[in-house]
């Protein structure tokens, strides 16, 4: 397995590309299942879980094709009702071809989702919402089984005890486009990355009304076209290189980003210290003055991303001061907290709450990455300790950053990636 070396204390300088965003790509590509003829989504991340997508919706009979920065769609194929265990179980938003399964297909044998690292993660609002649409759903041996002759459209709500959810927003708005009637969802995700949906799916003929709002208001049509769409770009991996370059008191400009998306990100990190400057389409950050510390609680869009808790632990570990981070979506998503210790952070976890005790300096050390955000504040973490810090398992940051060590080197920081076998060089 791949390992990371980083050799911290060198500021990050120059310009990054940001990618496509992966939370969009992934339900666009089963979106794509809806539609009569092929789709093209361009600016597409080359991550490792649009792979797995790409084998999830292969696996259910359509051809994919994912190449730079594209990937192409055509459901023609598309006949095979199932996605099995080996599938969700690498990737929970697998479970996205259940929506597009009962629209088109009339039935669905999906794997439920466990839990992962971050904690528990229900799928029951996913699940209620197609109820409410009419399919009977069963759960039997570890699978979800659901039928129905033909979806009717209803009037619910997607709201569950941490406010919206995207994933169920998602999976049920794409059962509800095509469905008989209209449909109103109540309690929506406001995130951008469900306003890109609803973007492609009205340009395919859906009629949606509503987005980026808590109530949607969809006429069901009989069928969708396939077309060309741009994905989004990928507002938690932007936030990631502006950490960084607030974090090493460099001077890092950010290309291809939407500011317009990045609200409550953008706030915290001049809170702590930042400077960001917003240009067209760009974002520049630098940091003069000492770390601040913070206190703040992750919130569904337009609050402060849990995607991004990790990555602004790390400011705070060096801040001066003692900052809170509560989770309100994830109560256990802390698992980077002893990892970071083990770098010297002093970070107490209280029930949802993480008290961070800011210090002088962190050190290099051999760490875990255990999911996907928490490895990104590894690897910043290892940008500001001294000596060289061993991040192992990077594969969970495969999943959802495209080449991070390629972009982090380009803006002169000291990281490598190690394959088995290869021991760390001496910078
Ligand atoms: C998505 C993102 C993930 C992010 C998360 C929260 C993708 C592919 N993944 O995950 O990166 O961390 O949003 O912003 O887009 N919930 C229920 N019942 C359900 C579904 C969710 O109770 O049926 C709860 C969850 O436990 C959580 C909250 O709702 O507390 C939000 O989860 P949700 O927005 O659904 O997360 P995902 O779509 O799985």
């Known amino acids: 397995m791949d390992r990371f070396y980083i050799t911290g204390g ?94 088109r297909l009339g039935c669905a044998k999906v794997s439920m989702p466990g839990g992962c690292a971050i904690g528990a993660r229900p799928i029951d609002l996913h699940l209620r919402g197609f109820e409410a649409l009419g399919a009977e759903i069963a759960i039997e041996h570890g699978d979800i089984l659901a039928k129905v002759p033909r979806l009717r459209g209803s009037d619910f709500s997607l709201s569950g005890p941490s406010g919206s959810s995207i994933g169920a927003t998602a999976n049920v708005l794409m059962a509800a486009v095509l469905a008989e009637g209209q449909t109103i969802i109540r309690g929506a995700a406001l995130e951008p990355e469900i306003v890109d949906l609803i973007d492609f799916l009205t340009q395919a003929g859906a009629q949606i009304e509503g987005a980026g709002t808590s109530t949607l208001t969809i006429e069901g049509v009989d069928s969708l076209s396939g077309h060309e ?100 979506i994830y109560p256990e998503r802390f698992i980077h907290v002893s990892e970071l210790n083990r770098m010297g952070a002093d970070i107490h976890v209280f029930s949802a709450t993480a008290t961070v005790r800011g210090v002088e300096r962190l050190s290099g050390a051999p760490v875990m990455a255990s999911d996907l955000r928490a490895s990104a504040a590894l690897v910043l973490a290892g940008l500001i300790a001294e000596g060289v810090t061993e991040i192992l398992r990077v594969y969970h940051i495969d999943r959802g950053y495209e080449r991070i060590e390629e972009k982090m080197a380009s803006l002169g920081a000291h990281i490598r990636r190690a394959g088995p076998g290869e021991v760390e060089v001496d910078w």
């Not at 939370?23 to 789709?39: E, I, Q, R, V």
């Not at 192409?72 to 199932?82: L, M, N």
């Not at 974090?247 to 609200?263: A, F, N, Q, R, S």
């Open 10 to 103: 060198h500021p990050l300088r120059g310009t990054v590309p940001i990618s496509g965003a992966k939370n969009a790509t992934l339900p666009l590509m089963a979106a794509a299942l809806l539609c009569d003829g092929p789709s093209v989504l361009t600016n597409a991340p080359d991550l490792r879980d649009v792979d797995t997508m790409a084998q999830v919706l292969a696996a259910v009979g359509a051809s994919v094709t994912v190449d730079q920065g594209q990937v192409i769609v055509d459901p023609a194929g598309f006949d095979h009702p199932e996605a099995p265990y080996d599938m969700v179980r690498k990737m929970r938003a697998s479970i996205y071809v259940l929506g597009p399964m009962l629209a």
């Open 229 to 328: 769409h741009r994905v989004i770009p990928d507002r938690i991996e932007a936030g990631t290189f502006l950490a960084a370059g607030a974090l090493t008191k460099g001077d890092v400009t950010l290309e291809g980003v939407e500011p317009d998306h990045m609200g409550r990100t953008i706030e915290l990190l001049e809170e702590v210290g930042a400077d960001i400057e917003q240009g067209e389409g760009t974002l520049r950050v630098t940091r003069d003055g000492p770390l601040q510390p913070v206190a703040v609680r992750t919130l569904p869009y337009p609050g402060f991303p849990t995607d991004m808790q990790a990555q602004l632990m790390v400011l705070c570990s060096l801040a001066e001061g003692d900052s809170t981070l509560t989770e309100t």
